[in-house]
């Protein structure tokens, strides 16, 4: 696929532009779902993947096949998310309130305080998404590029300090900080309910 | 027993741990207990799936980032390495051209030998150069240790400067009818390219496949051989005209 790539851009770089279109077509999908998850919503993911393919374009000499284009691509749509979940939070501050699919106000905190799981609770796998997504949610910029990068995407340490501009041992806090975080917020629902007799 | 602090059990999850970990896992009934809590958190976050986008969704971005490519190009890539390369070939090229023509108005058979065989010497020890700090890639690269990932940026970036070195000196040889060092160069540039297109991190398998492609084209003891037959060269009297 990598060497397809390359003669792709080769393509495209000698002025065929509708050849840009095979590699929408490619990784259109995975760089939506990798700005899904950095910012928490379908519109913002998709002005992530325009954006990313834009900006891409134009900087497709830089490319120079030194790493995967997908990976390459992946760092721009990476930092360009960044830059949206940035935007958002300075226009609204972040609540552990949230809506459910009905409307109703879901409060998780209520999840995140209590150390006592219930099994009630260990079955709504709904509210388990909310409180993911909550969580990853008030997780720094940083922490949640360094999780998502490494988490979901699979990228070394180092590949996720490059695409940051940190060091391996800042983009390790990085990581280290928002697992636990998530761990606070997670584990009382999913630790497993213990049989007293 | 010293236990292990949670960063090294989260790095375990990644597969970035350092060595020995493992084993102590198996023994220490505490830290496997956190281990399997962790393990049990994180799994969770990937049950978490993500929405599908619709399925004309390639079509709709298309269609919105389309028109905008026509007002940006792509920037050009900087290419002052490449320049740089070129200009020393060039000018050695040139100044053994520049000398040809001079010599060729009152044009001694003597003379003409001496120029053709000053262009070879020329080419010679640039293309030995070169061949020293590709052997000197292949040899680092080739010597790295099988490991989970491993990282070849600093080796791609270097391949990726020999390469546009490697094709102006492969076509100096061929402007120069030298078929050997053409053949070499020729090879040398499959692998460079191979190198350079390679994924930066490269899972344990990927890493053998590639170490395998170098290993079975023979490149490096090609290389040896041809760069060990140029200091021959050098070293060698001029014949006697």
């Not at chain 2, 962790?38 to 599908?52: F, I, S």
């Not at chain 2, 190198?195 to 398998?205: E, G, K, M, V």
């Amino acid at each position: 696929m990598a060497d397809n790539d390359a003669a792709v851009v080769a393509t495209i770089i000698g002025g065929d532009r509708d050849a840009y279109r095979v590699l929408m077509d490619r990784y259109a999908r995975g760089v939506f779902r990798l700005a899904y998850r950095m910012t928490g919503n379908e519109e913002d993911a998709e002005e992530v993947v325009q954006e990313t393919f834009l900006r891409a374009y134009k900087q497709l000499p830089r490319w120079e096949s030194r790493s995967s284009f997908s990976t390459w691509l992946y760092r721009i749509a990476a930092n360009y998310s960044i830059d949206v979940a940035r935007q958002k939070s300075k226009r609204s501050e972040t609540s552990l309130t949230q809506y459910n699919d009905d409307g109703a106000v879901v409060d998780i905190s209520q999840y995140m305080k209590s150390n006592e799981p219930g099994p009630e609770r260990l079955l709504d796998s709904s509210r388990m998404q909310e409180c993911v997504t909550t969580t990853l949610n008030e997780l720094s910029s940083q922490e949640r590029t360094a999780f998502v990068l490494r988490h979901f995407e699979d990228q070394s340490i180092e590949e996720i300090g490059t695409a940051l501009g940190l060091s391996a041992n800042a983009t390790k806090q990085s990581i280290f900080r928002a697992v636990k975080k998530l761990r606070r917020a997670l584990e009382p629902l999913v630790s497993p309910v213990k049989v007293t007799s | 027993m010293n236990h292990l602090e949670q960063d090294d059990i989260i790095l375990f999850y990644y597969g970035e741990a350092p060595e020995g970990l493992e084993l102590h896992l198996k023994d220490c009934e505490k830290c496997m207990s956190e281990w399997t809590a962790l393990q049990r958190t994180l799994n969770t976050v990937n049950g978490c799936p993500t929405p599908e986008p619709s399925a004309d969704f390639e079509q709709r971005m298309w269609t919105s980032v389309r028109p905008q490519l026509c007002q940006s190009a792509p920037a050009p890539r900087p290419m002052w390495h490449l320049m740089a390369v070129a200009a020393s070939v060039l000018l050695m090229v040139a100044a053994a051209f520049v000398l040809g023509r001079s010599a060729r108005v009152p044009t001694p058979p003597s003379t003409s030998a001496s120029l053709s065989q000053m262009r070879q010497q020329l080419l010679t020890l640039a293309v030995g150069d070169h061949l020293s700090r590709s052997e000197a890639v292949l040899t680092e690269l080739l010597n790295t240790p099988d490991a989970p990932s491993t990282n070849i940026a600093q080796e791609q970036a270097r391949a990726e400067e020999l390469i546009s070195a490697n094709r102006i000196f492969r076509q100096t040889a061929n402007h120069a009818g030298d078929v050997g060092t053409e053949t070499i160069l020729e090879d040398l540039e499959q692998v460079l390219l191979e190198i350079a297109h390679s994924p930066t991190i490269l899972r344990s398998a990927e890493w053998k496949d590639l170490r395998k492609g170098i290993e079975d084209r023979g490149i490096l003891f090609k290389v040896r051989v041809v760069e060990s037959q140029m200091k021959e060269r050098e070293a060698a009297p001029p014949e006697s005209l």
